[in-house]
């Protein structure tokens, strides 16, 4: 790997000041992406009507109106609610999405922190937001809120073992928990002596694809899966007592994870930031890096979102059925089967 | 490299400067772990205790990752934080988590409980101490993940299947226990 020529020597603090912003920007800016192309427009489309029009041209502002929006209304904590926890519940959200965003690399140079358990450490972080939910829904004093919290809860640990077991073929493949080394080794793999187009995992780990794509839906709490803010029986569940700035929060949370989950399996699936037929260590690749990345992420999103809007909702016991009773005992399978692969090969 | 060396580039690892800022992060997360473990024995609500307990936990991996161990530290997170204690509030809530104070938190037991956590601080002390005495940690070496999987499946192999079929074990008594037929 070569190393990023700066003109200029950057201090550490000045380096993490950078990072800090940019990591805004990641988290940001393929949120705003995903709730613009798909939930305002190409969910318009499928239902035959235009969706936003007015504000800039084609709505394409009407993001920053409906931020606007949420700024300007009472931020209400009910009576009977824990005040605390009911504030502190949307932080601990974004901090566990904030924290996701790390690992993902954008180039042979480009990353946040290098780590060495990579993906581990996604996967681990992305578990503490369930409790930002349990807080929400306990604090809020209110039946639904529970009731959306608990039934977010049950579905979050289900899902969860599915998605890493997911993970766990791509790792026996590439050999390393590294989120860069996992690029490069899609980038300079072969696939039976043909090493044209790199081996991206997602034709060897198919069946891992499939499976992390889904649990990654039901992680979203997206339909499907949306029995924990089902608004015909639970009002909006865990998201019933919040209003403006802290439902914003939770709004920007569900579709920043959906950004950020969506880079992860274009890291782990589809090769990250390296395009066929260059050479991974080009520098080239520290400045179109994170524009491929996000090319690949709108098209891994475009899957997750085209599901959402098509498929009507699982009932509790269907949803535990599926995760414990197919998704578990397949990825188990295909870890099985990687792994003997992988020492016959 | 680790999240540890990731943080502080790598090269000033070893650095007198890289160990007074190792000091202060470790008195800082002590310090607020302290206080989050005695609020979280003395609150009179359970999903507080509950919440302290995260934070407690949280700095537990915090400290792991300042002495090298990244792999230790975060399975500290993904296991305790990220299943154990959402499995805690799981079940309080579902049970009882009522809003405010909690009369019944407040028992007799209180005495019996502190007994057994003096003990328990006692014998883990004293086998600490023992075992280690006032020997430096490696700080040279942050541990990788690959080597640690090395070690546990050639090393470290029959402990670490008698602990798997241990907790397999724990798991059937779990479910034969919670049968009711």
Redesign the interface.
Known sequence: MNTLTLAVELA?WQQTTIRAVVGLVAVLLPAGTLVYLFLFKMMSFMQSRLGPMEAGPYGSLQLLAEVGKFLQKEDIVPE???RI?FKAAPFVVLVSTFLLVLVIPGGPDLMF?????GI??A???S??S??GI??A???S?SKYS?LG??RA??QL?AY?LPLVLAVMGVVIQAG??NMQGIVMAQAEGEIFGFGGIGSPFIITQFLGFAIFLIAVQAELTQPPFDMPIAESELVTGYLTEYSGMRFLMFFIGEFATAGIFSALAATLFLGGWYVPGLDPTDNLFNVIGPMVLLGKIVLVAFLIFWFRFTYPRFREDQLQTLAWKVLIPLSLANIIATGVLKVVF | ???LA????FDSLMSGDTVVAQNIAFGILALVMIVAALRMVTTSNV??AA?YL?IVLAGVSGIFILLGA??VG??Q??VY???I???F??GI??TR?A??EDEEADTEKRRMAVLVGVLVLVVTGGAVLDSFGDAAVNRAAPS???EIGDTIFSQYIVPFEAVSVLLLAALIGAIVVARKD
Do not use: R, Y
Request: no cysteine; charged share 5%.
């Open positions: 550490h009977n609610a824990d926890v922190i290098d780590v060495d358990t581990f450490l996967l681990a972080v578990s503490i369930v409790i349990l807080m829904g306990w604090a004093a529970l919290a608990l809860t049950g640990i969860e390393t928990l | 490299m680790t999240v990731a943080l502080q580039g999903v507080h919440l995260v990244e792999f975060v399975t997170v993904l934080i990220g299943a204690v959402v499995l509030l799981f809530m579902l988590g809003l405010g990788l993940t690959a």
